[in-house]
């Protein structure tokens, strides 16, 4: 397989400094989602309920009230993204690229975004079609992504939604830890399959299924990184797909409600 880096990170620490720092920096993001998710997949399984019968809200409403419903979206999108701006500072270069290490460089920019939009048509189908098969055969709870409010700001705030998940995900999961753990020596298939299983599992919070689906997703990025080195082809994807999924899918579920299995609002 062709491997195509990004830089190397500017410091090299000692593996024990290394080993807590991606620690702490999983303790304050994704790291901690994934343990909530695990947790909150064993108390749906716990329930008497089925799982095909429960939901799971993406982005749900923070109060009754219009203005403190917007002001709590705001600062919680805000200070999620606080850890892409830690590993920013650690991955940070003296000279340009100064976000090199994370295989960011300001070059190519539009090839870049076009190859986004490809992989969405990559991924998205399929995963649709996977979601449906899950939810027949059991193995997603439906997915709400969000509250259907007709505030001026719905669209936008979900859109900011959809980038600060691509942002928070694709810097840490790809950017930082495929840096960080190449230099802690792991092999390239050790680190795709890692941060898939990593990327998989804060996603359990929707079911079984959504962990297969994430899964094959972070194979796929991982081994089109390492081949690449550039991180913008996989942030542009990952905002066209939550994107669709924030604003479109309220839709389609209105429209086609028997295949979603959301509730009637």
């Known amino acids: 397989m062709r491997i195509a880096l990004p830089l190397d990170p500017p410091d090299a620490p000692s593996g024990k400094r290394l080993?807590?720092?991606?620690?702490?920096?999983?303790?304050?993001?994704?790291?901690?989602?994934?343990?909530?998710?695990?947790?909150?997949?064993?108390?749906?399984?716990?329930?008497?309920?089925?799982?095909?019968?429960?939901t799971a809200t993406l982005n749900p409403s923070q109060s009754s009230r219009e203005l403190f419903d917007f002001l709590y979206q705001v600062l919680g999108i805000g200070f999620s993204v606080v850890p892409v701006l830690l590993v920013c500072f650690l991955l940070w270069r003296p000279a340009r690229p100064h976000l090199g290490a994370l295989g960011?460089?300001?070059?190519?920019?539009?090839?870049d975004a076009g190859q986004g939009v490809a992989l969405v048509l990559?991924?998205?189908?399929p995963g649709l079609a996977l979601y449906l098969a899950g939810r027949a055969m059991?193995?997603?709870?439906?997915?709400?992504?969000?509250?259907?409010?007709?505030?001026?700001?719905?669209?936008?705030?979900?859109?900011?939604?959809?980038?600060?998940?691509?942002?928070?995900?694709?810097?840490?999961?790809?950017?930082?830890?495929?840096?960080?753990?190449?230099?802690?020596?792991?092999?390239?298939?050790?680190?795709?399959?890692?941060?898939?299983v990593l990327r998989a599992s804060y996603h359990l919070y929707q079911g079984p299924g959504a962990f297969i689906g994430n899964l094959?997703?972070?194979?796929?990025?991982?081994?089109?990184?390492?081949?690449?080195?550039?991180?913008?082809?996989?942030?542009v994807a990952h905002f066209l797909i939550d994107a669709a999924v924030?604003?479109?899918?309220?839709?389609?579920?209105?429209?086609?409600?028997?295949l979603f299995g959301l509730p009637s609002h």
Request: hydrophobic share 55%; aromatic share 14%.
């Open 19 to 54: 080993g807590w720092e991606i620690a702490i920096v999983l303790g304050l993001g994704l790291g901690q989602s994934a343990v909530y998710a695990v947790v909150q997949l064993l108390d749906r399984l716990s329930l008497s309920t089925p799982l095909a019968d429960q």
């Open 104 to 111: 960011l460089d300001g070059d190519r920019i539009g090839r």
């Open 122 to 125: 990559a991924i998205g189908i």
């Open 138 to 196: 059991g193995l997603f709870v439906a997915v709400d992504p969000g509250p259907q409010s007709g505030y001026w700001w719905t669209i936008p705030v979900l859109l900011l939604s959809a980038a600060r998940a691509s942002v928070q995900e694709e810097f840490v999961v790809l950017g930082y830890l495929f840096a960080r753990l190449r230099q802690l020596g792991w092999g390239p298939w050790t680190i795709i399959l890692a941060t898939s």
């Open 216 to 235: 094959g997703m972070g194979l796929l990025f991982g081994f089109l990184f390492l081949r690449t080195g550039r991180l913008l082809p996989f942030l």
């Open 246 to 258: 924030f604003v479109g899918y309220p839709w389609a579920a209105s429209t086609w409600p028997a």
